[in-house]
């Protein structure tokens, strides 16, 4: 079973890396490709599990749904208070509490995406043979990218 706590922390880890931030809301605002789910599959890397194109297609189904539902309205809100920040004597405290809040969907996202990989067997691939995940979700520049990152 995987850890929700290691892989919080690996995302965390991760994303604080000199460029990943970026390279990631990237993907995110422009390819429409989900960070939670770039973060995942790196993580599966790291640990040696292999996924398979369905497995990868399940994860990017929830994930779009909980970012349709959840996610995007959240942020659209937070995106509307900064553009009226001037409006607000306490835009700070505000902000803060959104992000805040974002952050915990953002766990929560997490939380999902790990019980649909509970549903399946995860084989591990061995190191000579193995490729990146990403490369079921992005394309080949894409996973270079964050490759290069990690």
């Known amino acids: 079973m ?3 706590s290691d892989f919080w922390q ?5 994303y604080a890396r000199p460029g990943m931030q ?6 995110q605002d422009k390819a429409a490709k989900n960070v939670n789910l770039c973060l995942l599959l790196c993580y599966l890397d790291v640990l040696g599990y292999t996924l398979d194109q369905e497995i990868v297609k399940r994860l990017t ?5 909980f970012d349709n539902q959840v996610l995007r309205p959240q942020r659209a809100i937070r995106q509307q208070l900064k553009a009226h920040h001037q ?27 790990l019980r649909v990989l509970e549903q399946h067997s995860l084989p591990s691939m061995p190191q000579k043979n193995r490729t ?13 990218q964050l490759l290069a990152l990690l």
Do not use: I, W
């Not at 189904?61 to 749904?65: L, S, V």
């Not at 990146?132 to 270079?144: A, D, F, G, P």
């Open 87 to 113: 409006d607000y004597d306490n835009y700070a405290a505000m902000r803060g509490a959104l992000l805040n809040a974002e952050l915990t969907l953002e766990q929560r996202q997490q939380d999902l995406l």
């Open 132 to 144: 990146s995940n990403l490369h079921l979700y992005l394309c080949e520049t894409q996973t270079q």
């Open 61 to 65: 189904d929830a994930a779009e749904a």
């Open 22 to 27: 970026q390279a990631l809301l990237a993907l």
């Open 2 to 4: 995987l850890s929700r």
């Open 10 to 14: 690996f995302a965390c880890d991760c």
